[in-house]
């Protein structure tokens, strides 16, 4: 089963979750697939940079990129749907509508993928819908939202208790939607 989840951007994803990218810097003059590492506050972070390669269809990126994530065996991912825009030099909507109807019928492993919301998450809840409705394996459940908005509207619909306290708590803080000090 494929499970789905949404964090707000690359920095919220999980430290144990490695990333999955799809631009390589600038000076990596190889066409094929990059992984690095890093420690970052005492932990190893991980990231697969899967570029697509000049004259390359989507096809052939989405089977080689299915191929990529089939050998390291990782069991969750969380997707730049940046670069993934980028790559497919599509609009989102599109982009994800390429990954849906490409990358999951070649992709049959246990996983969890968390894709970067960057305030569209609507649209990718509503992405994740229409996959779950498509193929069999893939499903979206709310406790794999990790996104701000998605916690401040269920403690919103609280009228008193620990959720409540949290959300004045958190509204104090700049930055985040419904503060004071946007």
């Known amino acids: 089963m494929v499970n789905l989840g949404l964090i707000k951007d690359f920095n919220t994803c999980p430290a144990e979750i490695p990333r999955l990218s799809f631009c390589v810097p600038p000076d990596y003059g190889g066409e094929t697939a990059l992984l690095r590492s890093w420690i970052h506050r005492d ?4 990231e697969l940079m899967v570029p697509r390669n000049p004259g390359e269809s989507p096809q052939a990126w989405f089977d080689r990129l299915a191929g990529v994530l089939k050998g390291l065996r990782s069991h969750a991912w969380c997707v730049n749907t940046r670069d993934l825009v980028q790559s497919l030099q599509l609009p989102l909507n ?4 390429e990954w849906g109807r490409l990358f999951w019928p070649r992709f049959k492993l246990d996983c969890l993928f968390y ?3 960057d305030n569209q998450g609507q649209l990718l809840r509503q992405k994740f819908l229409e996959w779950e409705k498509k193929e069999t394996i893939v499903c979206f459940r709310q ?3 990790l996104t701000m908005d998605q916690l401040l509207d269920i403690f919103q619909g609280q ?3 620990p959720g409540r306290r949290l959300l004045n708590l958190l ?3 700049p930055g985040l939607s419904g503060s004071k000090n946007n």
Not at 94 to 97: D, N, Y
């Open 43 to 46: 932990v190893r972070m991980w």
């Open 94 to 97: 599109k982009s994800l509508q």
């Open 159 to 161: 009228k008193k208790g």
């Open 115 to 117: 894709f970067t919301a």
């Open 171 to 173: 509204k104090r803080l």
């Open 143 to 145: 406790k794999n939202d």
